[in-house]
């Protein structure tokens, strides 16, 4: 079952904050957070695990609601860099199988 | 550390050919898992090698397949080339095959069927 990200599309200015919500209808053994810019390969972000641990991008922050199945990702003063699409991606029970959102793209504008 | 190495980058092949894709993972990294990346279906899972076996495969016919080496290195081959099998292949390694391991993307391998 395919994750649910919200919103779709989200257009910034330099400094802004944005929160991009991914939610399972399954539960959840981690979430696995990246960014891909256009042309490019995703570069992992950040993995959030059962139990609290985090491992991953130190300026960017994510939280983890196991009983809920959803994470969220946190993007504070925004910079041009952060300009992408992102994408959450849940493992198929806890196997490395990973079923990737339909991607968030985020525009930063100077 | 070098990442992820992916052969070749660009490839174009007719309707009917086959082709072999390549993926080098991170140097300890015994899992390699490949995706298929259309603008269409987004990213969707083709399969996951952990030690030379097949641990999990994707929803895609028969034609596509893979294997795992030795040395960790992986391949993956599509028979009867489709137009709709136009898409970025990207491989990811990890350490081990469980959900608690980060995968990292090779840069991919674009491939167009005409």
Redo the contacts between chains.
Sequence with gaps: QQPVQSPQAVILREGEDAVINCSSSKAL??V?W?RQKHG?????LM?L?KGGEQ??HEKISASFNEKKQQSSLYLTASQLSYSGTY?C???????????????TTLQVKP | KAGVTQTPRYLIKTRGQQVTLSCSPISGHR?V?W?QQTPGQ????LF?Y?SETQ??K?NFPGRFSGRQFSNSRSEMNVSTLELGDSALY?C?S?L?????????????TRLTVL
């Design positions: 053994y981690s696995h990246y490019e390969a995703p570069v992992f993995i695990l491992k991953g994408f991606g849940t493992p198929s029970g806890n196997t490395g199988k990973l079923i990737f959102g339909q991607g | 899992s898992s995706y987004g990213l969707q899972f996951e952990f641990r999990n994707g990207l990811a990890s081990g095959d469980s959900g608690y391991n980060e995968q990292f993307f090779g840069p991919g």
